[in-house]
């Protein structure tokens, strides 16, 4: 059995999900679309900044409270630090059924650099 990376992982996740750039998620929000904006990073990096209206929900508890929070039929757009343990978060939830989850790629660093609006 050949063991895996966490970068394999990572890059097999991404060939699976929907990923949308910090630019369409800038004019997602232009167009007042329902998107639930879930920030899976850990309370330290979600007390620096986040995007505004996001719904803060670590990684780590994703499997266990998703379900009570967001709506499976919900266009969902999940974002971490740098887009990786978002693409990981978007392939589970897919996996849970939420077909209209996608992972912001670069997440909030690249939110960041497009000059997004951090609220925080």
Known sequence: MTLKTGQDLID?????IEEVTPEEVRAMQARNERVVYLDIREPNEWNLGRLPQAIHLPRGNLETKVEALIDRNQRVV???????RSALAA?????????NAASMARGIQGWAEINGEIEG
Not at 12 to 16: I, P, S, V, Y
Not at 91 to 99: A, F, I, N, P, R
């Open 78 to 84: 999940i974002y971490c630090a740098r887009g990786n």
């Open 91 to 99: 392939l589970t939830m897919k996996q849970m059924g939420y077909e």
């Open 12 to 16: 097999e996740a991404k060939q699976q």
